[in-house]
């Protein structure tokens, strides 16, 4: 997080903070792995948590502020069964990928003064591909699960993107902007390629879930100005895939 606070004749302040997080939890069998047993766990838990905070203050004659938050995050969770891996169980037979995303920005101004400006920013990304926020589980050509009960599960327990943005300008001549940005691109999966083999003597459950999904974007503005102008723009993007 960032503070920026000013003062004097002409005040000019500036806070900027960017906060990026990135993980890729990944298990794999590798090709010709053969693992037998009663029961069988593999499980793979990625939890992230990107927070950026940005406040800035100030009074002068001329008083321009910005303040600028970022939170950017990649979390992956993936579990691979290479080609030829063979898992047998004689009871139980669980592959579980879950995952934990959160961020959160945050940006605020307030400037006072005879001529004044403010601007706010927050931009909270899971943004780019599929890539920055995958749960998955993949089996290759000739991989192979053998159990009793057998489940397969991709779960996005939470996914979480917030972006505030408040700008508060008091001048004879003021202009104040916020815009807020919540962007998320998810894919949760369960994926079994051309060849791969899976046998269940009792059942065979596969899931892909998101239990929680949260996805914000909050722009305010508050202009005292006896002339100005004032722009918010507030944007929130979801794609969230289960397949």
């Given at each position: 997080s960032?503070?920026?606070?000013?003062g004097?004749?002409?005040?000019l302040?500036?806070a900027t903070?960017?906060a990026?997080?990135?993980?890729?939890?990944?298990?794999?069998?590798?090709?010709?792995?053969?693992?037998t047993a009663t029961?069988i766990?593999?499980?793979?838990?990625?939890?992230?948590?990107?927070?950026?905070?940005?406040?800035?203050?100030?009074v002068?004659?001329v008083?321009?502020?910005?303040?600028?938050?970022r939170a950017?995050?990649?979390?992956?969770?993936t579990?691979?069964?290479a080609?030829?891996?063979v898992?047998?169980?004689?009871?139980?037979?669980?592959?579980?990928s879950?995952?934990?995303?959160?961020?959160?920005a945050?940006?605020?101004v307030g400037n006072?003064?005879?001529?004044g400006?403010?601007?706010?920013?927050g931009?909270?990304n899971?943004?780019?591909?599929a890539?920055?926020?995958?749960?998955?589980?993949?089996l290759?050509?000739?991989?192979?699960?053998?159990?009793?009960?057998?489940q397969?599960e991709?779960?996005v327990?939470?996914?979480?993107a917030?972006?505030?943005?408040?700008?508060?300008?008091?001048?004879?001549?003021?202009?104040?902007?916020a815009?807020?940005?919540?962007i998320?691109?998810?894919?949760?999966e369960?994926l079994l390629?051309a060849?791969?083999?899976?046998?269940?003597?009792?059942?065979v459950?596969?899931?892909?879930e998101?239990?929680?999904?949260?996805?914000t974007s909050?722009?305010s503005?508050?202009l005292?100005?006896?002339?100005?102008?004032?722009?918010?723009f507030?944007?929130?993007y979801?794609?969230?895939r289960?397949?």
């Amino acid at each position: 997080s960032t503070t920026g606070v000013g003062g004097g004749f002409v005040d000019l302040t500036a806070a900027t903070t960017r906060a990026e997080s990135k993980a890729n939890t990944n298990l794999t069998f590798l090709a010709g792995a053969n693992l037998t047993a009663t029961d069988i766990v593999a499980s793979t838990d990625a939890r992230v948590t990107v927070f950026g905070v940005s406040q800035g203050a100030g009074v002068g004659f001329v008083s321009l502020g910005d303040a600028l938050a970022r939170a950017n995050a990649v979390n992956n969770s993936t579990i691979l069964v290479a080609n030829g891996a063979v898992l047998t169980a004689r009871d139980d037979l669980s592959i579980t990928s879950r995952t934990i995303s959160e961020t959160d920005a945050v940006a605020s101004v307030g400037n006072g003064g005879v001529v004044g400006a403010a601007t706010g920013r927050g931009f909270s990304n899971f943004d780019g591909s599929a890539e920055t926020a995958l749960t998955r589980v993949n089996l290759r050509p000739t991989a192979e699960i053998d159990g009793g009960a057998v489940q397969l599960e991709a779960v996005v327990e939470k996914l979480r993107a917030r972006a505030y943005a408040e700008t508060d300008a008091a001048a004879v001549g003021a202009n104040a902007d916020a815009d807020a940005r919540a962007i998320v691109n998810s894919l949760s999966e369960v994926l079994l390629q051309a060849s791969s083999i899976i046998r269940g003597s009792q059942s065979v459950v596969l899931t892909t879930e998101y239990s929680e999904t949260d996805n914000t974007s909050y722009a305010s503005s508050d202009l005292d100005a006896v002339g100005g102008s004032t722009d918010i723009f507030s944007y929130a993007y979801l794609d969230t895939r289960a397949k």
